[in-house]
Each structure stands twice: as structure tokens, then as C-alpha cells.
């Protein structure tokens, strides 16, 4: 997936190089080699962590039974939905607009304003959620919604990917992890907001 900027809309790339397009039937293929209209798509992010595509002619992609891919719907359905997992990417280093993400003192407190970074292991559960894990243990939101790396009960994560490829971060119960210049670190964010975007 990369990011265009110029059209605020994204696209795909297959292993072959090739573009996803919309053709003018409404299906999708793996054919284009240079960007247009038809090669960019608007991400809807659903509350479940899962994804949906919206094509350049209004339609929602969805898979079809033989697994072909076409921008038909005017609703959302299940066959609408997609997860998407990071692949070859067993390990994060998050940066916000304050610093890194990284351990307060000898504690195993997060903070999201420091000068060096903290490199943290992605572990993949279902449905295309995350488990995060620092040096110490799994990433925990605490009743206060700080986050601890000390946790040997993992808060599940959702990673959402966003403009300028970055990540929004939110637990299943949909609280973004947000930053603030003093170092504070916790998922109380309601919405997106630049405090929620993480450069990875």
C-alpha cells in the first residue's frame, strides 16, 4: 500500500508491480502501471479493526465468492471488510511529534517524549489485531489508561494505518494511545487527533 499524496487516497501495489484499478465493469484488477483516478482508494476504517475500500466510483469493494475482487456496493457488508496485517514486520520503533516512545526511567511506565527509542515486537492475533511487547513484557493499558511494557496480560491493539503512513493505535474497546509534549502516554483518545499518529 502506498500513500498518494496529492490525491489523499491510496494504492495498491501487487507482487508483480501493478496497480490496482477499477476497471469499467466495476471489477478490480491487478493491471495498471501508472497512477489515476482508478488506481486510488479512500480507507473506512470500521470499530472492529477492519477495513473497507472505497473505489473512485463511489462503490465499496468486496469479495465475491470465486474470490474476485470488484466495487459493486453501495452498502457494507461482511464481504466489504478486510483485515490488514503488517507482514515482515516483526518489530516497531514508534516516533510522535514529542519523540519516541520509550520507558520512563528504570520504571516500565511508557512515554511517548523521549530522545531514544524503545524497539517493540509486534505479536499477531486474530483478526488482524496485535499484541505489543517491550523488553519487559506485553504492553498493558492500565485501569487509568496509561501504558505499562510489563503486562503478562496483553491489551489487544488495533493498528490503523494512516496519511503519511502513519499508525493510529487504539485497545478493542476503541481508545486511541495519545500523546501529550509532557511524556504522557495512555489510550484515552476518543478520536484521531496528531497526538494519535505514530511515524513507524
Known amino acids: 500500500m502506498e500513500f498518494d499524496a496529492e490525491m489523499e487516497k491510496w494504492m495498491i501495489r501487487s507482487s508483480v508491480n501493478k496497480l ?65 496485517c ?38 499477531q492475533i486474530k483478526n ?5 511487547k517491550g523488553a519487559n513484557g506485553f504492553w498493558q493499558v492500565t485501569t487509568d489508561g496509561t501504558v505499562v511494557a510489563d503486562g503478562s496480560y496483553p491489551t489487544e491493539f488495533i493498528l490503523e494505518i494512516h496519511e503519511g503512513c502513519k499508525l493510529a493505535i487504539k485497545t478493542k474497546d476503541g481508545r486511541y494511545l495519545r500523546g501529550e509534549q509532557s511524556g504522557f502516554f495512555a489510550a484515552d483518545g476518543q478520536k484521531i487527533v496528531k497526538g494519535c499518529l505514530w511515524e513507524f
Open 20 to 84: 490496482w484499478t477499477l476497471d469499467g465493469t466495476g471489477r478490480i484488477q491487478a493491471s495498471a502501471v501508472k497512477k489515476s483516478a482508478d488506481t486510488c482508494f479512500t480507507l473506512h476504517w470500521q470499530q472492529n479493526g477492519q477495513v473497507v475500500f472505497e473505489a473512485s466510483n463511489g462503490k465499496f469493494i468486496g469479495a465475491k465468492g470465486n474470490g474476485h475482487l470488484s466495487a459493486l456496493s453501495t452498502s457494507v457488508r461482511e464481504t466489504e471488510m478486510f483485515i490488514l
Open 86 to 123: 503488517l507482514l515482515n514486520r516483526p518489530q516497531l520503533v514508534l516516533r510522535g511529534e514529542h519523540g519516541f516512545v520509550g520507558y520512563k526511567g528504570n520504571s516500565n511506565k511508557l512515554e511517548c517524549n523521549k530522545q531514544h527509542w524503545n524497539v517493540i515486537q509486534l505479536v
Open 128 to 132: 488482524g489485531s496485535y499484541h505489543l
